[in-house]
């Protein structure tokens, strides 16, 4: 499993010199092994070359920027599921939440603490390669609602047709979390807790983020969920049955 039988392998995309260097040596000291790039083109090719476990990835870069970059990662099969932790300018709520829109599992403010860095890679990769939940644990378990199919050891979504959906690291453990607690409201602070193992930063708006992507993949309408609903003032409500098999 990614993480387990390996040094983890962290790729560091951003133009500025220092700070690549910096977070290499830093990171390296604490046992992953780093490769820092200046741009999204370093940073394709490194990916079509080499494995890697997680990728730190700013902003602002020139050429095509972060929030693109990170689109054309989700979009492709290879790199769906690879772990993005971006780097945001301090107080720029908007971009981190498009940043999470375009599928980034964690972001990071700068100027930032390279220990804090540290934690965020760490949790991140932690949820990647985690074994099955506390409740779900044994040989293939599969939570099933409304037709769909959560495999908790493979990691893996199923539509009610049998097709794979592609998942973020953050919408399957947000998926895990709402499919363990169906039937009850969650609310934000809950959710952080559950799906993303930090407490919430104030005012945070990722889980809404995440909520609103989850939609799009599972509701037959987005804009009027049905599987996922919005208690006003509480959170949120996962509304099917869900069953346990295997």
């Not at 370093?42 to 972060?66: F, H, K, Q, S, Y």
């Not at 074994?131 to 893996?156: C, I, Y």
């Not at 005012?203 to 037959?220: A, H, M, N």
């Amino acid at each position: 499993m990614r993480g387990m039988d390996r040094t983890p392998h962290l790729l560091v995309v951003d133009d500025d010199r220092e700070i690549r260097s910096l977070v290499a040596q830093f990171l390296t000291k604490h046992g992953f092994r780093v490769t820092g790039v200046k741009d999204g083109a370093e940073m394709m090719r490194t990916l079509d070359g080499a494995r890697v476990d997680l990728i730190v990835l700013d902003l602002m870069l020139p050429g095509e920027d972060g929030l693109s970059l990170c689109r054309r990662l989700r979009a492709s099969a290879p790199t769906a599921q690879t772990p993005v932790i971006m780097l945001t300018a301090m107080g720029e709520e908007t971009d981190r939440i498009v940043g999470l829109e375009m599928g980034a599992d964690d972001y990071l403010a700068k100027p930032f603490s390279p220990r804090e860095l540290l934690a965020r890679i760490k949790a991140v990769l932690r949820r990647v390669s985690a074994p099955p939940v506390a409740g779900t644990s044994g040989g293939g378990t599969v939570l099933r609602f409304e037709g769909w199919s959560l495999d908790v050891t493979k990691r893996e979504l199923r539509s009610p047709d049998g097709v794979l959906v592609q998942l973020s690291a953050g919408e399957y453990d947000l998926l895990v979390a709402f499919a363990e607690h169906p039937q009850r409201v969650l609310n934000r602070d809950q959710l952080l807790d559950l799906a993303r193992g930090r407490s919430a930063v104030p005012f945070d708006r990722s889980v809404d983020v995440q909520v609103s992507r989850l939609r799009r993949k599972i509701e037959p309408d987005p804009a009027e969920p049905t599987l996922i609903k919005t208690v006003r003032g509480g959170g949120y409500l996962f509304t099917p049955t869900v069953s346990v098999g295997s």
